[in-house]
């Protein structure tokens, strides 16, 4: 079943005019140069003159934290950085978010925006040095992955959280039967005999729909397209039967129908092993279909997450906004795809006060001076960090 992107209005200063690759952005809103872009800069409401909606942002509550081991895992407040020989890169600045058995997180964001060294912080696979994790928690039926003993990390890897990577082809050892490598694992650590191993290597291969699985689990990584590779990399990481798995972008690699396929054959897995999925991506479109909650992530931090259907009919957080634009949708076929104009920022040099203002086609100058806080929007499982709340945005471009 294809999700119908639900209309979140028009006039959010995202989607006007038309026009392939057409920003929102159009140069830094208050600089001299800046041209008059319909619902932008117009004489109701002028950057330098605030409606009251603008000037004083409203006062919400702080996201609230859940006590510790309520989730089955719970990343709290992460801080992670790198010594690079242009200074420090904050690559991780306060990341939260958690999930649950038979729940489906995605984490969303554009390239450098920290989502793997997230992941492979929370999985114990991130080398330090070069990254200094400096502060948070990851805890994972209340015990803290980032301070448990190596032994117990190595226990915990593979065995309770698992992860699949974009690139199943590197990823694959080439010089390995896949039914092999599909059960490397359970022999090693689970000990288990080399006629189990087949007869797993084969039940998993079914269970990640690879045709013909008795007949092919001594062929080579190379002998698969693209798409069953990829299928073998799931059965991999499931052969232990993790509580979570971690897919890093794991389509990005594949064509938009085997794309569907492999995110379809995801959804189903997590539902059947009631697993708890987190899907790393910086497609938008990709996870409409499987994701129960979206957390959102620029330059290191969360900007918003809400439950999917919020997210996507009413996204609250300028950058949201701009991604969804970007996603082509139904109801606006014939008027192209807006991307958001400009790159993210340098790790090194983050600008000041909301690290997305150079960007921002609703920039005020507190947003240069003041960060923002994630803060919540009417429900519980709702925030957005900007000073404004959805309603003040929208009141901007009505
Ligand atoms: N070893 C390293 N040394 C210095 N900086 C690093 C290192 N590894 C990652 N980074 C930086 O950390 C930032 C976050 O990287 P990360 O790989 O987490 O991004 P991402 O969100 O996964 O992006 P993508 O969508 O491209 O995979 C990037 O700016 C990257 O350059
Ligand atoms: S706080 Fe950030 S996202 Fe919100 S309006 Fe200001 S610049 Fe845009
Ligand atoms: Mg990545």
Same mark, same amino acid.
């Given at each position: +079943? ?5 209309s979140h209005?028009?006039?959010q ?5 038309? #026009? @392939?690759g057409?920003?929102? #952005?159009? #140069?830094?809103?208050?600089s001299p140069?800046?041209? /008059? ?24 509550a702080r ?6 081991? $309520?989730?089955?895992l ?6 992670? *950085?790198?010594a690079?020989?242009?200074?420090v890169?904050?690559? &991780?600045?306060?990341?939260?978010f ?6 489906? %997180?995605?984490?969303? #964001? ?11 912080? /929370? ?7 070069p990254?200094? /994790?400096r502060?948070g928690?990851?805890l994972?039926?209340?015990e803290?992955?980032?301070t448990m003993?190596? *032994?117990?990390?190595?226990q915990?890897?593979?065995q $309770?959280?698992a +992860? ?8 694959l ?5 896949v039914?092999? @490598?599909?059960?490397e694992?359970?022999?090693?650590r689970?000990? &288990?005999?080399?006629? $189990?191993?087949r007869?797993r ?5 079914d269970?990640? @729909?690879?045709?013909?699985?008795a ?9 698969f ?7 073998? +990399?799931?059965? +991999?990481?499931?052969?232990m ?10 389509t990005?690699?594949l064509?938009?129908?085997?794309q569907?396929?492999i ?5 189903t897995?997590?539902? *059947?092993l $009631?697993?708890a999925?987190?899907? !790393?991506?910086h497609?938008l479109? &990709? /996870?409409?279909?499987?994701?129960d909650? !979206? ?10 997450h ?7 009919g009413?996204?609250a ?5 701009? %991604? %969804?634009?970007? &996603?082509?949708?139904l ?5 192209g795809?807006h ?6 920022p340098?790790?090194v040099a983050i600008p ?7 960007r921002?086609?609703y920039?005020?100058?507190m947003?240069r001076m ?29």
């Amino acid at each position: +079943m294809t999700y119908q992107y639900p209309s979140h209005g028009q006039g959010q200063g995202y989607g006007q005019g038309s #026009g @392939q690759g057409q920003s929102y #952005g159009h #140069g830094y809103p208050d600089s001299p140069t800046a041209p /008059v872009v319909a619902g932008w800069n117009d004489d109701r409401t002028g950057w330098d003159t605030p409606t009251a909606a603008w000037s004083t942002p409203p006062t919400r509550a702080r996201v609230e934290r859940p006590r510790s081991g $309520e989730h089955l895992l719970d990343v709290r407040d992460l801080w992670i *950085e790198f010594a690079t020989r242009d200074g420090v890169a904050r690559v &991780v600045n306060g990341v939260s978010f958690h999930v649950d058995p038979g729940e489906t %997180l995605a984490i969303l #964001g554009e390239s450098g925006s920290g989502k793997s060294v997230t992941a492979q912080a /929370v999985l114990g696979i991130l080398d330090t040095p070069p990254a200094v /994790v400096r502060s948070g928690q990851a805890l994972f039926s209340g015990e803290d992955l980032l301070t448990m003993t190596p *032994e117990r990390r190595r226990q915990v890897r593979g065995q $309770e959280i698992a +992860m699949v990577f974009q690139d199943a082809l590197s990823a694959l050892n080439p010089v390995y039967p896949v039914g092999w @490598q599909i059960t490397e694992a359970l022999r090693s650590r689970r000990g &288990v005999s080399k006629a $189990e191993a087949r007869r797993r290597a084969v039940e998993m291969m079914d269970l990640v @729909q690879i045709p013909a699985a008795a007949q092919r689990i001594d062929d080579y990584p190379h002998q698969f397209s693209g798409g069953m590779r990829q299928r073998v +990399m799931i059965a +991999m990481a499931l052969a232990m039967r993790p509580k979570v798995l971690i897919a890093d972008e794991p389509t990005t690699a594949l064509d938009v129908t085997v794309q569907a396929q492999i995110m379809d054959l995801l959804a189903t897995l997590r539902a *059947e092993l $009631e697993m708890a999925l987190i899907l !790393i991506t910086h497609d938008l479109g &990709v /996870v409409a279909d499987v994701a129960d909650r !979206i957390t959102v992530m620029y330059a290191g931090r969360v900007v918003e997450h809400a439950d999917v259907h919020t997210l996507y009919g009413a996204p609250a957080h300028p950058y949201t906004r701009g %991604l %969804l634009a970007s &996603v082509p949708r139904l109801e606006r076929r014939g008027q192209g795809l807006h991307s958001i104009s400009g790159t993210p920022p340098n790790p090194v040099a983050i600008p000041a006060g909301c690290a997305f203002h150079p960007r921002c086609p609703y920039a005020q100058q507190m947003c240069r001076m003041t960060e923002p806080t994630l803060l919540r929007i009417g429900r519980l499982d709702r925030a957005s960090a900007c000073h404004f709340p959805p309603e003040a945005l929208d009141a901007r471009h009505a």
